[in-house]
Each structure stands twice: as C-alpha cells, then as structure tokens.
C-alpha cells in the first residue's frame, strides 16, 4: 500500500478520492447484492429487506469509511459523515425518488412505529452531540437502541396488520424462487468486503491529505464529498425501487440506513473511542440535520412524498452546501 500526504498534487489527489469512493461505493454494492440474496433466502419480508438489510447494506461505505477514519484519529470526520449523509439521504433520496417517481407512497403505517424510532434516534443523537464530544457511556446508550432497533426489525411481523402481513406473504411468495446461496453470493460477499476496506481507507486518507494541503477543515469535506458520495447507494437503490414500483423499500431504505448511521456509527466506535463533533457540525449541521428529520417526519405521516415536496427538499439540500461552504 503506498502512502497519501499532502505533498501530492491535488489533481493526483483528486483521482485518488474519486477512485477510493468508487472502490468504497462499489463494493458494497457487490456486498449488499450478497446480502440481499441472503435476505430473500431466509424470505424475509420487502420492508425488513428495506429498512434492514438494504439499508445497513447501503450504509456500509459511511461505517467503513468511519471505522478507518477512527483509527487514524479523525473523529470529526465520524460525525460530520453522520449528519451529512443522514441530510442527503433525506433530502437527496427522498427529494430525487419523489422527482423521478412523480410520488413515492408507502402502505405502511409509518406513523404507528418507523417514523417515532427516527425521530427518537435523531433526538438522541442530536442531544449527546450539542457538546462537541461523544463519550463511552453516551455512545453505549446509542448503541443499546441499535440493538433495540435491530430486535423490532426482526420481530416486526408480530406489529403488522392483517394486510401487512398478506402483503408480506406475497413477497415470500415471489422470493421462492431463490432456493440455494451460491458461490455467486459468497464471491460478492467477500469480494464486496475486501473493496469495501481497500476503498474506505484510501478514502479517509485522501480526504486528510487534501484537507490539510487547502486548508479546508475535514469535517467540511466529509459532510459534503464523503456524504454525497457513500449516499449513492441509497440514492441509487430508492430510485430503482420506485421506478419499479416498490416504493416501501425506498421509504425502508431511508428510515433503515438514517437510524443505522446515527446508531450504530456513533454507538460501536464510540464505544472505543471518545468521537469528536467539529463546531461547524454543531452550529450548522445538527441544526439542518434536526430540521431535515422534522421535515420528513411531516412528509412522511401522510404515507406519500409528492413532486413539488420532493423539488423542495433538493431545494433545502442547496441550501445547506451553500451555509456549509459559508457563500
């Protein structure tokens, strides 16, 4: 492995990001495709599929690119990939899936449980963060309501209503097919995974090296360039699910990966390591993050994101860029 500094032209580092995303972005796809053969194996319902394996899958380029970035000592960039990628996931994804579908609708009760957990994240989140620091004890809290959350997922049959479940055995009906997990799997599993690393630390190494040779805080690059980019997946994803007409998974897809981000980021690195919140995040990102969720939560308790809603959540995403780069 050869070694990124500062010293290198930007151009070169430019290439090297813009590589080290790809690989990053890239193999978790390969990784999440694994997964979700693995998911409609075990016939799992299409908003477990969603809101667990699609959306912890499509979460994995922020936890590799996190994990990385702790051991080389940027915890500012932990957090910063955190809100910016939760702000893009919302406002990007919901805004493109809306735009592009014309309406994304879900028959989900969101308002009986999803929706609550999101804002109850979001919250938690928002309130062990205003300080700056995330500490041991605040970040075994977090993580206790992953597992939490992981537990609901799991047993979320148990809450559904007669349709949801009809609805629910249609889709392990369609999922017969799959009968056997094969060396296609395995091969994007462990292929996904080794991309998935090789990409994540190239990654966080790029964005130190550019940030110090333009001076331009770390926690700048990684809530705009590192969230956009570790977002396609889920921007790609959700647009897919509604051009096919599977808007449950994409509402999953949001809901899924937001609170997995918030949790189980913060929660499992900071169990081993106190995680730092750079002031531009605090003044200017948990406040947009804190509106953000707000707005989908209002969106969303009608069951439908339409067009013109979707066009102001592009429109509110703009914004933030510009608060962030201080136009």
Not at 183 to 205: Q, R, T
Not at 258 to 273: A, E, H, R, S
Request: charged share 15%; proline share 2%; glycine share 8%.
């Amino acid at each position: 492995m050869f070694e990124i500094t500062a010293s290198m032209s930007i151009i070169l580092l430019s290439i090297i990001f813009v590589a080290s995303l790809f690989s990053l972005v890239k193999g978790a796809d390969y990784l999440l495709e694994g997964a979700e053969q693995v998911g409609r194996y075990f016939k799992l319902p299409s908003f477990v599929i969603g809101a667990l394996i699609v959306g912890i899958g499509t979460s994995l380029p922020e936890l590799a690119s996190s994990i990385f970035a702790a051991i080389d000592g940027k915890t500012e960039f932990i957090t910063a990939n955190v809100i910016g990628s939760n702000i893009a996931n919302i406002l990007l994804v919901a805004g493109l899936s809306s735009v592009v579908g014309k309406i994304i609708t879900t028959n989900k009760n969101l308002i009986r449980l999803e929706i609550p957990l999101l804002v109850i994240s979001t919250s938690l989140f928002l309130f062990v963060a205003y300080d700056g620091i995330i500490n041991f004890w605040e970040a075994l809290i977090i993580f206790f309501a992953f597992v939490v959350y992981v537990v609901y997922l799991l047993n979320a049959d148990r809450y559904s209503t007669e349709a949801e479940k009809k609805e629910s055995k249609e889709d392990e009906d369609e999922n017969e097919e799959v009968k056997k997990i094969g060396l296609k799997e395995l091969f994007l599993l462990i292929g996904g995974g080794i991309m998935l690393a090789f990409g994540a630390d190239y990654l966080v190494d790029s964005v130190k090296a550019i940030s110090e040779k333009m001076n331009i805080a770390i926690s700048v690059i990684s809530v705009l360039a590192v969230a956009v980019g570790t977002s396609l997946p889920e921007i790609l994803v959700s647009v897919k699910a509604v051009l096919k007409g599977k808007t449950d998974l994409a509402f999953g897809n949001i809901f899924g990966s937001n609170v997995f981000n918030i949790l189980m980021l913060t929660g499992l690195i900071g169990l081993f390591k106190d995680i730092e919140v750079s002031e531009i995040m605090v003044n200017i990102g948990l406040p947009f993050l804190a509106i953000t969720t707000l707005i989908f939560y209002v969106s969303a308790t009608a069951k439908k994101i339409y067009i013109w809603e979707g066009l102001m959540f592009l429109a509110f995403y703009a914004l933030f860029v510009l608060k962030i780069i201080g136009l």
